[in-house]
């Protein structure tokens, strides 16, 4: 054999050793990016349900909780406007079950004042009215005091009536042309129980009106902070 044949083989085995390694080589990077990319892949199918399900549940209780916020916005506000409405009622038959005395007035002579006209100062609220103008119970009652002279209060008062209330107060109303209710008889807020006039002490028709702790004389109250603190308009 020669130099040259010796020389060769050697060569050509190195060549085909190198070609086998490179395709070995490339052999395993292709099996192995294939791997890689399989894994890839499995981990991205794994992965979508799982985060699809949990986006899914985090938006759920999002609207589970947007929903319980708004249903308790709404029943809170449904019990202010309940409790609204129960005041206002409340307001509304509080103001309605006391009444002014007679329609269509001109206050004048009122409670405390003082002058000529009276001995002591003035025990009540004075309403100008013409003769003969209706007057009402300002809240149901009976009648324990009716008649003239001042039904037993005094010359002063003229034809007068005195009605106890069941919150303990009485109603006085006198200078009366005409009294229409008896002692011991039941009245209810509204009706009409005399007709105004100008008997008694006084300067001209109107109607007396008083607020008392007792049935008789001296035991007034200010009539008018009386019935706005009922929320009747005077």
Do not use: C
């Not at 130099?3 to 070995?24: C, E, H, I």
């Not at 349900?49 to 759920?60: K, L």
């Not at 006209?117 to 009215?129: I, L, N, Y």
């Amino acid at each position: 054999m020669s130099q040259r044949s010796k020389s060769r083989t050697p060569l050509s085995a190195v060549r085909r050793g190198r070609a086998a390694v490179v395709a070995a080589g490339l052999g395993v990077s292709m099996v192995a990016g294939a791997g890689a990319a399989f894994a890839a892949t499995g981990d991205a199918g794994a992965q979508t349900p799982a985060g699809t399900h949990q986006t899914a549940a985090v938006a759920a209780a999002a609207v589970h909780h947007q929903a319980d916020a708004q249903a308790k916005a709404a029943h809170a506000e449904q019990a202010k406007a309940a409790k609204a409405k129960a005041v206002k009622a409340a307001a509304a038959k509080k103001a309605a079950s006391w009444i002014d005395p007679v329609t269509q007035y001109k206050l004048t002579a009122g409670f405390d004042d003082s002058g000529s006209h009276w001995v002591h100062k003035h025990s009540g609220q004075d309403f100008a009215v013409p003769i003969g103008t209706a007057v009402h119970a300002v809240h149901t009652g009976t009648v324990v005091k009716a008649g003239p002279h001042g039904a037993g209060d005094g010359d002063a008062y003229g034809n007068a009536i005195v009605i106890r209330h069941s919150d303990g107060k009485y109603s006085q109303y006198a200078h009366l042309s005409r009294v229409e209710v008896h002692v011991g008889e039941n009245v209810k807020t509204g009706e009409e129980i005399a007709k105004s006039g100008n008997t008694g002490n006084t300067t001209g028709p109107h109607l007396h009106f008083e607020i008392r702790d007792t049935p008789n004389y001296g035991s007034a109250v200010n009539p008018v902070t009386f019935l706005r603190g009922l929320g009747v308009t005077v």
